[in-house]
């Protein structure tokens, strides 16, 4: 029973310092980590402050460089998401060839080498938010599936006639 009591205290105290990492993390993302007084990015900042909390999609453009990732996890951070992953993926880092199954998973069989299903990326930030940096640099086969997934919220892994349902903007 002694152990019992000290593992459900530890638990206690696991859980609560993990709210207070959480609350700490969040205050990193708040409005004012988004420093400057121009017009036109007081402009954006309203823009964002708009979008945290809509159901659909964001598209961010800029170029290399410009904070997109920083205002994504804003958004993220100051939407009812906020509680769960916040995912960033740069498609540039990863090699065309193999993108498709780090996004989209594959099943066992799917090619040569598939010896076991592989879980998919985009199912990792499921309840939260993905941010899919450098989608220009991606084929537009691939974009176009990726569009199917914000559409229709399902993704197919490699291999597979069966789509599966996820919930991420």
């Given at each position: ?15 609560s310092e993990n709210v207070?990492?959480k609350r700490e993390l ?38 290399t460089g410009t904070g ?102």
């Amino acid at each position: 029973i002694k152990q019992i009591v000290r593992n459900a205290l530890r638990q206690k105290s696991l859980q609560s310092e993990n709210v207070l990492l959480k609350r700490e993390l969040g205050k990193d993302y708040d409005f004012t980590s988004i420093i400057g007084e121009s017009a036109a990015l007081k402009s954006i900042i309203d823009e964002v402050k708009k979008v945290a909390d809509a159901r659909s999609s964001v598209l961010l453009l800029g170029e290399t460089g410009t904070g997109k990732e920083l205002f994504a996890r804003v958004i993220h951070h100051n939407s009812s998401r906020r509680e769960m992953p916040f995912v960033p993926i740069n498609c540039s880092a990863i090699p065309e060839n193999l993108l498709e199954t780090e996004l989209f998973g594959h099943v066992r069989g799917a090619f040569t080498g598939a010896v076991a299903t592989k879980k998919r990326i985009l199912e990792d930030a499921e309840g939260g938010t993905v941010f899919l940096d450098e989608i220009g640099d991606m084929s537009l086969a691939l974009q176009a599936k990726l569009l199917r997934v914000l559409e229709d919220q399902v993704i197919r892994p490699v291999g597979s006639t069966k789509g599966i349902k996820v919930d991420i903007r």
